[in-house]
């Protein structure tokens, strides 16, 4: 590919026409060969050296971290931990049923979510709590999983139609960070 150095003024794009100067789809694949090509010479390689900051391993192999720490068991919950799981589900259930037997009527999905919200600010107090325990979270957020995957579809298309709704809004505003 040539460089910025090696370029003369004849090869330089002819003002009138647009085009001129350009190189053709052949010359672009040949000149980008050497992005697919392994190096030709070691000064074509980069070596890392320790004080270089990590590589990031991309989005599958940190899929496949993920599914390897999850499935390595580094939380026993208690029976606290259980009855919070039973708790949060039964608090879901009724979420989402305000919000799907609401639908088409944002001011009584507000109303209904403001009821709800207020009477389970100490469930939202304890939720919010397991921030400071990263293991109890996740292990906590994989047992909320399937149910809250069961519901998303469910619910989206109502929760969206009334995201601007003011006493939507109002209600969520506990949930938030």
């Not at 090869?11 to 026409?17: F, G, K, P, Q, T």
């Not at 270089?52 to 919950?77: K, R, S």
């Not at 469910?154 to 009334?162: A, D, E, F, V, Y």
């Amino acid at each position: 590919m040539p460089r910025v150095a090696d370029v003369s003024p004849a090869d330089e794009a002819d003002e009138s026409d647009p085009w001129s100067g350009r190189p053709g789809r052949e010359e672009l694949e040949a000149d980008h060969t050497d992005l697919v090509d392994p190096p030709d010479s070691p000064e074509d390689t980069v070596e890392l050296s320790e004080s270089d900051p990590p590589v990031d391993p991309g989005p599958l192999q940190a899929v496949e971290a993920a599914t390897e720490a999850e499935a390595a068991p580094e939380y026993v919950p208690t029976a606290a931990d259980e009855a919070l799981v039973a708790r949060a589900i039964d608090f879901l259930d009724q979420l989402f049923s305000a919000i799907e037997s609401n639908a088409g009527n944002c001011d009584r999905m507000g109303d209904s979510l403001s009821d709800l919200l207020s009477s389970s600010g100490d469930l939202i107090a304890e939720g919010k709590a397991m921030a400071d325990q990263p293991t109890r979270s996740r292990w906590f957020e994989s047992r909320m999983m399937a149910k809250m995957t069961a519901w998303s579809e469910r619910i989206m298309t109502p929760l969206q139609s009334c995201m601007s709704n003011e006493r939507v809004m109002a209600a969520l505003m506990p949930l938030a960070g």
